[in-house]
């Protein structure tokens, strides 16, 4: 990839509106650039400018690894052996193309991590493509390569192994070296030579294959998907022995889960009974401690409030009395917290023989404090009339937990419909972590943090993300589950890591919730010098609660602004106004490199259902967080930040803050959340204390200053109208090894189960529609290729296509307004959504074309659905934007 990123029309890793907006400058009809296919892996789009359109053709490798350009079906393929070939025949008139490829568009270098260069750096108008080597240069390699072979023969390596290596030195070196004059990144024929080597390695991995299978289907259902199927590889390719290792390896971790059910379902089926469990061997779960709350009743009658959760009832008793109201859990209707005041609630609760009681409660000793409103409960309601204030909203949310705790705890319900979630991210700085990490999970110190009457209650899950972390994944979890366990007397079960490098992501689960946790996967991404050192990257996971989907990305982007402030120092004597204009041109070129880690993060993180690839990885799950050392930094000099945190000044910090100018320049992070930030900036502290932050740092290059930052962050996005509060979020001010402080976030988070239909098995639901008359869109193009619309939901069986758009108009340059009428679009069984692109509802479907049939049309279960859209051009299948629609119905 290296030597291909050198030729002057080849850009490896750019989007297709990239290519369109540096074909556009280059403004010649001719002009023409190749990158990376965006849809098919190992591809390439050729992208030509002619008549201000850009017109697309992707260009395929075959078996073989020669490539063509994807032409009409019945024209004859014309195949090369190189791009480079490739692009030379088609510099020729009348080879297929609108216009032959006349001027290259050269890449734009950006310069490299670490340097102190802060000119753009560009490439010479004479640079060529890389030069092969030649046939004699050639013959020395391979000498010297052989000359290596003969020197390692007198280890263990098997003799055949050995011949085959020297056979591929001696001839078939010379065509892969060939291919390098393309930069193509596949050595076809070394390929070629493992997989025949690895000849007898393909035998035992059919016969493990063919054993296990054989035991899959002693245990498997008739009906039953569970045996795998077997795919036919005839081929002793490199890939297909990678695949055939990867299945092997998937099927081994699963086999005895797979036993399990089918071994539980053929009891169920045959009605046998298994010996019961003993009651107690399962691991007892903590005790919640009887609560109490000091509260007002009114303006001032005082009262106590005591909460036992374990006992399923709520005590309320006033002073001076020795009455006592007791209400258990079945009994509580209601908790109304008012909008207009966070300090406000309202107890609703049935009472026999009578109509609902209500009481409004005052809390004591605490302050009054700006806090967003927030449900608590599932039974939250909102109340337009203020009748009580809390002064703080603190113990009223301890409070509210705690009855959602009792309310979980003593449901008849099968499954949770509410969970609680622990966002914690870390850059240990490659410090050991100190034995007590308590304040952290506990989420206690700095900013918006619990009550401490909540802290010691067990979250559901805990994702814990880590920077620069020097402990070994088996060591690091170890860790955590017993930290874990020290500050809540409960155990957690892992149930993954992914780690690049010493970026790690880890995440655990209280017991219970083990069997509810399925389709796991985990990705990585390098964002580092090159994008392959994993010095800087991101590390992600998803999976599914029951029916909701999760997505977890923890990360480490680009550093310093340090560049900026070394120059500075330099030039502080004889600083001008175009000095200080370049210095801001520096902190904006690193916060530039900082967006594209991000965008090229979404991009390549392979993460949740793969139906969904069409979407970016913000698009794919109901609940995304993204956290880590984003390492945006406060555009402010350095004194002028000290005051401000000296003075408790946040307000006008964050006003500064890169991350949210950026965001609100819609550059990165489009509609994610992040909470109210109430605590001071994370780096860059002195090691051993929270006193004083260590900004300053002597180099041989000059003082590298490091601004104090909120580098540290925890966002998320989820789907429209889903339940998520965030309940802390904050830093603690005790754990002090490392130059930043530990982050921390709490998330009540409303979860689905697996649908069941209240209704009479025979009794048939009528089916609702919706009928999309019209949907127009607007997307950045320049091409004249026609567009179609797909349609992805998990409630379909499958994703479903419009047709092609029959309007197409352009009022601004570079973009294209599309449009699909009724006859273009499907009619959706889904009566549910609100869509801001337009529609209308309608019974008539004798002009729709094509229809999507939901699994279930039952209204309980669409509510909960969503549905994705994306716009694809029709020659190159590759996304110009996506749209996620809401259960508003």
């Given at each position: 990839?290296?030597?291909?990123?050198?030729?002057?029309?080849?850009?490896?890793?750019i989007s297709r509106v990239r290519a369109e907006d540096l074909l556009a400058k280059a403004g010649k009809d001719g002009s023409f650039l190749v990158r990376d296919s965006e849809s098919v892996p190992g591809a390439y789009a050729l992208?030509?400018?002619?008549?201000?359109?850009?017109?697309?053709?992707?260009?395929?490798?075959?078996?073989?690894?020669?490539?063509?350009?994807?032409?009409?079906?019945?024209?004859?393929?014309?195949?090369?052996?190189?791009?480079?070939?490739?692009?030379?025949?088609?510099?020729?008139?009348?080879?297929?193309?609108?216009?032959?490829?006349?001027?290259?568009?050269?890449?734009?270098?950006?310069?490299?991590?670490?340097?102190?260069?802060?000119?753009?750096?560009?490439?010479?108008?004479?640079?060529?493509?890389?030069?092969?080597?030649?046939?004699?240069?050639?013959?020395?390699?391979?000498?010297?390569?052989?000359?290596?072979?003969?020197?390692?023969?007198?280890?263990?390596?098997?003799?055949?192994?050995?011949?085959?290596?020297?056979?591929?030195?001696?001839?078939?070196?010379?065509?892969?070296?060939?291919?390098?004059?393309?930069?193509?990144?596949?050595?076809?024929?070394?390929?070629?030579?493992?997989?025949?080597?690895?000849?007898?390695?393909?035998?035992?991995?059919?016969?493990?294959?063919?054993?296990?299978?054989?035991?899959?289907?002693?245990?498997?259902?008739?009906?039953?998907?569970?045996?795998?199927?077997?795919?036919?590889?005839?081929?002793?390719?490199?890939?297909?022995?990678?695949?055939?290792?990867?299945?092997?390896?998937?099927?081994?971790s699963s086999l005895e889960k797979k036993v399990l059910n089918a071994l539980q379902e053929t009891v169920s089926h045959l009605n046998l009974a298994l010996p019961n469990t003993p009651a107690g061997t399962s691991p007892a779960s903590?005790?919640?401690?009887?609560?109490?709350?000091?509260?007002?009743?009114?303006?001032?009658?005082?009262?106590?409030?005591?909460?036992?959760?374990?006992?399923?009832?709520?005590?309320?008793?006033?002073?001076?009395?020795?009455?006592?109201?007791?209400?258990?859990?079945?009994?509580?209707?209601?908790?109304?917290?008012?909008?207009?005041?966070?300090?406000?609630?309202?107890?609703?609760?049935?009472?026999?023989?009578?109509?609902?009681?209500?009481?409004?409660?005052?809390?004591?000793?605490?302050?009054?404090?700006?806090?967003?409103?927030?449900?608590?409960?599932?039974?939250?309601?909102?109340?337009?009339?203020p009748h009580c204030f809390f002064p703080t909203c603190r113990k009223k949310e301890g409070f509210c937990q705690l009855l959602q705790l009792m309310r979980m705890k003593h449901s008849n319900l099968d499954e949770p419909d509410m969970?609680?979630?622990?966002?914690?991210?870390?850059?240990?700085?490659?410090?050991?972590?100190?034995?007590?990490?308590?304040?952290?999970?506990?989420?206690?110190?700095?900013?918006?943090?619990?009550?401490?009457?909540?802290?010691?209650?067990?979250?559901?899950?805990?994702?814990?993300?880590?920077?620069?972390?020097?402990?070994?994944?088996?060591?690091?979890?170890?860790?955590?589950?017993?930290?874990?366990?020290?500050?809540?007397?409960?155990?957690?079960?892992?149930?993954?890591?992914?780690?690049?490098?010493?970026?790690?992501?880890?995440?655990?689960?209280?017991?219970?919730?083990?069997?509810?946790?399925?389709?796991?996967?985990?990705?990585?991404?390098?964002?580092?010098?090159?994008?392959?050192?994993?010095?800087?990257?991101?590390?992600?996971?998803?999976?599914?609660?029951?029916?909701?989907?999760?997505?977890?990305?923890?990360?480490?982007?680009?550093?310093?602004?340090?560049?900026?402030?070394?120059?500075?120092?330099?030039?502080?004597?004889?600083?001008?106004?175009?000095?200080?204009?370049?210095?801001?041109?520096?902190?904006?070129?690193?916060?530039?490199?900082?967006?594209?880690?991000?965008?090229?993060?979404?991009?390549?993180?392979?993460?949740?259902?793969?139906?969904?690839?069409?979407?970016?990885?913000?698009?794919?799950?109901?609940?995304?967080?993204?956290?880590?050392?984003?390492?945006?930094?406060?555009?402010?000099?350095?004194?002028?930040?000290?005051?401000?945190?000296?003075?408790?000044?946040?307000?006008?910090?964050?006003?500064?803050?890169?991350?949210?100018?950026?965001?609100?320049?819609?550059?990165?992070?489009?509609?994610?959340?992040?909470?109210?930030?109430?605590?001071?900036?994370?780096?860059?502290?002195?090691?051993?204390?929270?006193?004083?932050?260590?900004?300053?740092?002597?180099?041989?290059?000059?003082?590298?200053?490091?601004?104090?930052?909120?580098?540290?962050?925890?966002?998320?996005?989820?789907?429209?109208?889903?339940?998520?509060?965030?309940?802390?979020?904050?830093?603690?001010?005790?754990?002090?090894?490392?130059?930043?402080?530990?982050?921390?976030?709490?998330?009540?988070?409303?979860?689905?189960?697996?649908?069941?239909?209240?209704?009479?098995?025979?009794?048939?639901?009528?089916?609702?529609?919706?009928?999309?008359?019209?949907?127009?869109?607007?997307?950045?193009?320049?091409?004249?290729?026609?567009?179609?619309?797909?349609?992805?939901?998990?409630?379909?069986?499958?994703?479903?296509?419009?047709?092609?758009?029959?309007?197409?108009?352009?009022?601004?340059?570079?973009?294209?307004?599309?449009?699909?009428?009724?006859?273009?679009?499907?009619?959706?069984?889904?009566?549910?959504?609100?869509?801001?692109?337009?529609?209308?509802?309608?019974?008539?479907?004798?002009?729709?074309?094509?229809?999507?049939?939901?699994?279930?049309?039952?209204?309980?279960?669409?509510?909960?659905?969503?549905?994705?859209?994306?716009?694809?051009?029709?020659?190159?299948?590759?996304?110009?934007?996506?749209?996620?629609?809401?259960?508003?119905?």
């Amino acid at each position: 990839a290296g030597t291909m990123s050198m030729a002057p029309w080849y850009h490896w890793d750019i989007s297709r509106v990239r290519a369109e907006d540096l074909l556009a400058k280059a403004g010649k009809d001719g002009s023409f650039l190749v990158r990376d296919s965006e849809s098919v892996p190992g591809a390439y789009a050729l992208c030509l400018l002619f008549q201000r359109q850009v017109h697309t053709y992707r260009i395929l490798p075959d078996e073989e690894g020669l490539l063509a350009v994807q032409t009409t079906q019945g024209a004859q393929i014309k195949c090369f052996q190189t791009l480079n070939d490739l692009i030379a025949t088609y510099q020729q008139p009348h080879k297929g193309l609108v216009t032959p490829l006349l001027f290259p568009v050269r890449q734009e270098e950006t310069p490299e991590e670490g340097s102190d260069d802060l000119k753009t750096r560009t490439y010479d108008t004479a640079l060529s493509c890389p030069t092969v080597p030649s046939q004699a240069s050639r013959a020395q390699i391979s000498q010297l390569l052989q000359q290596r072979l003969q020197e390692q023969s007198s280890l263990s390596s098997p003799s055949e192994f050995l011949g085959l290596l020297s056979e591929y030195l001696k001839t078939n070196l010379q065509l892969d070296l060939e291919t390098m004059k393309s930069g193509t990144p596949k050595l076809w024929h070394l390929n070629k030579a493992l997989g025949v080597a690895c000849k007898g390695l393909h035998s035992e991995l059919d016969f493990t294959l063919s054993s296990l299978e054989t035991l899959v289907k002693v245990f498997d259902h008739p009906n039953s998907p569970m045996a795998p199927q077997k795919k036919q590889t005839p081929r002793l390719t490199l890939e297909n022995l990678i695949s055939k290792i990867s299945t092997l390896n998937n099927l081994l971790s699963s086999l005895e889960k797979k036993v399990l059910n089918a071994l539980q379902e053929t009891v169920s089926h045959l009605n046998l009974a298994l010996p019961n469990t003993p009651a107690g061997t399962s691991p007892a779960s903590k005790t919640i401690p009887v609560q109490n709350f000091e509260v007002k009743l009114g303006k001032s009658q005082r009262a106590s409030l005591t909460v036992d959760v374990e006992g399923g009832k709520v005590i309320l008793k006033k002073l001076n009395s020795s009455v006592e109201e007791l209400i258990s859990h079945e009994k509580i209707l209601q908790l109304i917290k008012y909008q207009n005041s966070q300090n406000k609630l309202r107890f609703v609760f049935d009472k026999e023989g009578q109509k609902n009681q209500q009481r409004d409660f005052i809390f004591e000793n605490a302050r009054v404090s700006n806090v967003s409103y927030c449900c608590g409960l599932n039974f939250l309601s909102v109340c337009p009339t203020p009748h009580c204030f809390f002064p703080t909203c603190r113990k009223k949310e301890g409070f509210c937990q705690l009855l959602q705790l009792m309310r979980m705890k003593h449901s008849n319900l099968d499954e949770p419909d509410m969970i609680s979630l622990y966002i914690g991210t870390w850059n240990m700085g490659g410090a050991l972590p100190p034995k007590n990490i308590a304040s952290w999970l506990q989420s206690k110190g700095l900013g918006k943090t619990q009550d401490e009457t909540t802290t010691s209650i067990p979250q559901d899950v805990y994702v814990i993300g880590s920077q620069e972390n020097p402990l070994g994944d088996r060591e690091w979890t170890e860790f955590l589950r017993a930290a874990i366990k020290s500050v809540t007397e409960t155990d957690v079960k892992l149930v993954a890591i992914q780690s690049l490098w010493n970026i790690k992501l880890t995440v655990l689960v209280k017991v219970e919730h083990e069997n509810r946790i399925s389709h796991v996967n985990t990705s990585s991404v390098k964002t580092g010098i090159a994008n392959t050192l994993g010095n800087k990257g991101a590390v992600g996971m998803s999976f599914l609660f029951n029916g909701t989907s999760f997505g977890f990305v923890n990360c480490h982007l680009t550093s310093g602004t340090e560049k900026t402030h070394r120059l500075a120092l330099r030039t502080i004597r004889h600083c001008h106004v175009k000095d200080r204009e370049m210095l801001k041109n520096a902190t904006i070129h690193v916060s530039c490199r900082r967006n594209q880690n991000y965008h090229d993060i979404i991009r390549s993180l392979l993460l949740g259902d793969k139906q969904l690839s069409a979407f970016d990885t913000t698009l794919r799950f109901t609940h995304l967080f993204w956290f880590g050392d984003l390492n945006y930094r406060l555009d402010m000099d350095v004194q002028d930040i000290l005051n401000h945190i000296h003075k408790k000044d946040f307000e006008t910090l964050l006003s500064v803050d890169q991350l949210n100018l950026e965001k609100e320049k819609n550059k990165v992070f489009l509609r994610f959340n992040e909470e109210e930030i109430n605590f001071p900036p994370t780096y860059r502290y002195e090691r051993g204390s929270r006193d004083s932050y260590m900004w300053q740092k002597v180099k041989a290059t000059g003082v590298r200053v490091n601004v104090p930052s909120w580098c540290d962050r925890i966002l998320w996005k989820s789907y429209p109208e889903t339940h998520i509060v965030c309940n802390s979020y904050g830093c603690p001010d005790d754990i002090v090894t490392s130059d930043h402080s530990p982050v921390f976030a709490t998330f009540e988070v409303g979860v689905t189960s697996q649908f069941v239909s209240n209704k009479d098995p025979g009794c048939r639901s009528e089916e609702a529609l919706i009928e999309f008359e019209t949907i127009e869109a607007i997307v950045k193009a320049c091409s004249r290729a026609k567009f179609f619309i797909e349609f992805h939901s998990s409630c379909l069986e499958d994703f479903k296509k419009s047709w092609e758009n029959n309007s197409q108009s352009s009022d601004i340059p570079g973009f294209l307004k599309l449009g699909w009428s009724a006859t273009q679009l499907p009619m959706v069984g889904l009566a549910f959504f609100t869509f801001l692109l337009l529609f209308s509802v309608s019974h008539d479907c004798s002009n729709n074309l094509r229809i999507l049939n939901p699994i279930l049309s039952e209204m309980e279960y669409l509510l909960d659905q969503h549905l994705l859209l994306t716009v694809k051009s029709v020659d190159g299948y590759e996304s110009y934007g996506t749209y996620n629609t809401l259960n508003a119905y």
